[in-house]
């Protein structure tokens, strides 16, 4: 056998900085905001149905209740202000070689799964989903959880077409 | 030696029943143990409950153990097994018979395992992991030793010749034994922060708890008048203090030679062409093999104390192992050369300083000082709301302590990247090295936080298919280029990862 061990010149590696990563469908705001209000919804109303069974037993603590009320309206604008300003980090790239994914505003990750460790691929679609014409991909590989991938608000034209080079690229390693 | 004919379907050794038997009580016990004692508590207090008299109890306990008895026979009698010149084959069950085939190279594990029970009379089990779920496992309880050592055998048969793993059969090259000498300083040097704070929780639970009971017997004011004397001065104070704080740590030295004891007992490293055996346990014996080719991480442990007795821990990460066997790979109390010849056995070609050296940002100071600063004010906090500001003075012990894991966390903070392996260096108290093989990455990520982006530093997250390790708050730059590095090696190379 013939050794080679060639010096790898760390310059022309080819870099992350260099990839332009795509951002994902503006459709999937539309969810984000939905499901915030959603929980948003739930809290609040939860915190009134506090109120009406603090009241019924003790007729007093109405101070407390506006502190609270007060509190979740400001967690509630607070968690949809930076999940909006978050939406712009959601964004995906997928290169010869491996799926590049970023997310996160507060904590800004970004993670890259090698083609040649992905076990299988599969997209899903929520109801939601499927009348905003998105899907989600899920990326599963043999690691930990934490090194599965899954990236939400995808075109569904789209999340197909990757689903189907992955699966190509994958099962062609094999 | 009668050899056992594994190909047609053979039952168990009948000493199975008593394991099966003994199996079901106590998963029944355990299920409805707090209705039996709830139910014989007030069927004692009142001689009857309803109209069940303690003999009618005794007689439905019996009823109950006959019928798990019957079950235990039916389900032995029904327990066949037998190898095919490809497949394992199971079939079990009473009413809904089940009828299990594995193929020979799905098979991942094959463990020998002994509990206490089976110690007694003699007959081991044999647990059969595949890859896929949990649930897929098998497990033949009862067998005696040269027919499960075997059938362990002829379960690899096939997968030999697929995974070119020739073992010389009855070589057995016991690499590493440790003496109990060796267990007992193991045990003694072993990190003791966690158990003295365990045993101090659980003493000052039990404390308050008596306290209610003392006030109920009245005793409380003798109590107060005697720690009242106590602490007249300050000196007697620490000394009282100082007393517990010894029995505790002592408390907490015996609990960990025990346990050691226990788990480690006998422990031996038997050397195969390309494996490695692990057989230990006191209670429960276990027999373990690794096989290079699966081990997705290494973790060396040791501390100051340790380094200077020469004791070392290795612990294994393979993948496709469930995480209750993952603990058991683990081989403690090895001299730094026998570490070093077993790393070089399981990951070719590594050594302690390939590559450079590089350290982590002062950030990593910044944060760890901030951290701990938040957990001195909550303990401030608490302290002082329970005992007064007469507790302030524990500050002269912590303050230094919390400059100390400062300083050293950052210290033992180290990484490594050679061409093959990255190695990253942590720990306060203990010092843990991580080897990593990188053609066995699964995935890459880069971590920063909002506060680290205008400072420009980040963190590498590093994930197998076993474990997930972290190199900490290193410069945006250098984390983009050993991401670059790692990403190009892993996908250039072509290597399998298991």
Known sequence: ?174 | MEMTDFSKPIRQSSKGIIIIFAFNTVKFFKKFFVILVASGVSILKSKSLGNITPTMLILGVLGILITILVIAILKYLNFKFHLSEDDFHLASGIINRDNTIIPKSKIQNVYIKQNFLQQIINVVSVKIETAGDKKSEIEISALDKPTALLLKEKLFSKNILENEIKEPVNERDVFFSVSPKRLLLEGLSQNHFKSFLLITTFVFGLYSEFESYLKELKLDKQIDDFVNQEESTILNLLITNAIIVINVVLISLLFSVIKTFIINFNLEVVEHQKTVEINKGLFNKVSLSLTPSRIQNLVVTTNRVKQYLGLHSLSVKQAMVDAKQQKNFNIVALEKEQLNYLIDKLLLNYTEDQGELAKPNRYYMRISALEILLFLIIANGLSIAAFGLVMLWINTVFVPLAVLYVYFAYKKAYYRISDDFVTIGSGVIDTTTNILQIHKIQSVKIKQTIFQKPKSIASLVISTASKSVTIPYISKQDAISIYNLLLYKVESQDRDWM
């Open chain 1, 1 to 174: 056998m013939t050794f080679t061990n060639l010096q790898i010149d760390t310059e022309s590696i080819p870099s992350i900085d260099d990839v332009v990563l795509k951002p994902i469908s503006k459709a999937y705001l539309k969810i984000i905001a939905l499901n915030k209000l959603m929980i948003c919804t739930v809290l609040i109303s939860a915190v009134f149905l506090g109120k009406y069974f603090i009241e019924k037993n003790e007729e007093s603590l109405p101070i407390n209740f506006w502190y609270v009320l007060a509190a979740v309206i400001v967690f509630c604008i607070v968690n949809l202000i930076v999940s909006f300003l978050a939406f712009k980090k959601r964004k995906y790239a997928i290169r010869a070689h491996d799926v590049i994914y970023a997310k996160g505003l507060i904590v800004h990750s970004i993670v890259t799964v090698p083609m040649s460790r992905i076990q299988h691929v599969e997209e899903s679609r929520s109801w939601l989903a499927r009348s905003f014409g998105l899907a989600t991909l899920n990326i599963y590989t043999a690691g930990e959880s934490g090194s599965d991938l899954s990236i939400r608000g995808l075109p569904y034209l789209e999340a197909t077409q990757i689903k189907d080079i992955i699966s190509a690229k994958v099962n062609g390693n094999d």
